[in-house]
């Protein structure tokens, strides 16, 4: 069946960085684009950054540019999410993603990994 | 950046039907998408393409898109159905994904 799942979430440091990764399984990744949402406790869905199925094409959430960096890898049915400077307000369960491009639906989700970003 | 707007809370009585709107400048011209969230769950996709009902997903779930407001309408509303809703949309120009502030459906 399908699976994503993510790893990588945990406690950090103000200003620490993490990398995050999310497995797929069962589903063609590479046919897949791929997107990372996030949920801060208590609160609704933003969304993160998505990546082309070629990973040519990369956007970003202005609360997010030019601290994460996300990629994938194919040959590994692997999505990862460089984060870097991290701040109090990036801590949330973030979630991984996948859809077949611009307009449309998420349709699998992960199950979400949890980073906590404090002193 | 455009803007969805959803109440934060819908209740309703087992039995009858809900309606979720998501308010947006001209939002019929998007293509809307909707979420079910249950608490400590990954959110899951009910509705697509305004209307379109993802395998799996009963038929009491469906939507509906025009002018500035889209819906998402649950008929024969189940105490199971109590969960977060978000509707989604892609802004313009397809480099951002936008989310509603979500509507939190109790079932009395």
């Known amino acids: 069946q399908v699976q994503l799942v993510e790893s990588g979430g945990g406690l950090v440091k103000p200003g620490g960085s993490l990398r995050l990764s999310c497995a797929a399984s069962?589903?063609?990744?590479?046919?897949?684009?791929m997107s990372w949402i996030r949920q801060a406790p208590g609160k609704g869905l933003e969304w993160v950054s998505y990546?082309?199925?070629?990973?040519?094409?990369?956007y970003y959430a202005d609360s997010v540019k030019g601290r994460f960096t996300i990629s994938r890898d194919s040959a590994k049915s692997s999505l990862y999410l460089h984060m870097n400077n991290l701040r109090a307000e990036d801590t949330a369960v973030y979630y991984c993603?996948?859809?077949?491009?611009?307009?449309?639906?998420?349709?699998?989700w992960g199950q979400g990994t949890l980073v906590t970003v404090s002193s | 950046s455009y803007v969805l707007t959803q109440p934060p809370s819908v209740s309703v009585a087992p039995g009858k039907t809900a309606s979720i709107t998501c308010g947006g400048s001209?939002?019929?011209?998007?293509?809307v998408h909707w979420y079910q969230q249950k608490p400590g769950q990954a959110p899951m996709l009910v509705i697509s393409?305004?209307?379109d009902r993802p395998s799996g997903i009963p038929e009491r779930f469906s939507g509906s898109n025009s002018g500035n407001t889209a819906t998402l309408t649950i008929s024969r509303v189940e105490a199971g159905d109590e969960a977060d809703y978000y509707c989604?949309?892609?802004?313009?120009?397809?480099?951002?994904?936008?989310f509603g502030g979500g509507t939190k459906l109790t079932v009395l």
């Open positions: 393409y305004d209307s």
């Open positions: 990546i082309s199925i070629s990973g040519r094409t990369i």
């Open positions: 069962g589903f063609t990744f590479s046919d897949s684009f």
């Open positions: 001209n939002i019929g011209s998007y293509s």
């Open positions: 993603a996948s859809f077949g491009g611009y307009g449309g639906s998420m349709y699998y």
């Open positions: 989604q949309v892609w802004d313009g120009s397809g480099d951002h994904v936008i």
